[in-house]
T-cell receptor, first 112, second 115 residues
């Protein structure tokens, strides 16, 4: 499968714990995006990488959130001290220089 | 501030009918308008996209109509099938001038096609 992959697909954690998600983009895609989707809503932009550089962060991304893309390949999204309001689907998308973005299956986070 | 407004929130259509979903945008800098289809538990999948230099684009049973002056665009699904039952999202981005191409999504339309 050469599409965007995300791991894990589901994560259940207790409030206050840290969690980390991984995204593997389509090979050679230089742009990588993280979005968050809550129930009944469209995805909302969180952050964007071009190669290894993080070029934009949404105001939705509080200080508890951090994202990295070492070597411009896979990316990780870490949430520290999780809160119940962090419960959502976290989607990763990649593209090759343009607006055509391909999404992964997402990681469903539940914070108890 | 909701930059892309989508309607209706839900839609029920009979098999073989036409499904129509509408979107309106505010930011005139947007120049790329894709539609995504999402099944439960899955990520959004690109259906069809249009740029504002054309008023209509058709791919199979899916057609986008675009009205630049009204800042509106719509998705038409012809001969709707039960397998089309999913949530549909319109989106918009600035796709030129070195932008980051981030997508701004509508809130989605839950389409149910009855057999």
């Amino acid at each position: 499968d050469t599409g965007v992959s995300q791991d894990p697909r589901h994560k259940i954690t207790k409030r206050g714990q840290n969690v980390t998600f991984r995204c593997d983009p389509i090979s050679e895609h230089n742009r990588l995006y993280w979005y968050r989707q809550t129930l009944g809503q469209g995805p909302e932009f969180l952050t964007y990488f071009q190669n290894e550089a993080q070029l934009e962060k949404s105001r939705l991304l509080s200080d508890r959130f951090s994202a990295e893309r070492p070597k411009g390949s896979f990316s990780t999204l870490e949430i520290q001290r999780t809160e119940q309001g962090d419960s959502a689907m976290y989607l990763c998308a990649s593209s090759l220089g343009g607006g055509l973005q391909f999404f992964g299956p997402g990681t469903r986070l539940t914070v108890l | 501030q909701q930059q892309v407004k989508q309607s209706p929130q839900s839609l029920i259509v009979q098999k073989g009918g036409i499904s129509i979903i509408n979107c309106a945008y505010e930011n005139t800098a947007f120049d790329y308008f894709p539609w995504y289809q999402q099944f439960p538990g899955k990520g959004p999948a690109l259906l069809i996209a249009i740029r504002p230099d054309v008023s209509e684009k058709k791919e199979g049973r899916f057609t986008i109509s675009f009205n630049k002056s009204a800042k509106q665009f719509s998705l038409h699904i012809m001969d709707s099938q039960p397998g089309d039952s999913a949530t549909y999202f319109c989106a918009a981005s600035k796709d030129s001038g070195g932008s980051n191409y981030k997508l701004t999504f509508g809130k989605g339309t839950l389409l149910t096609v009855n057999p």
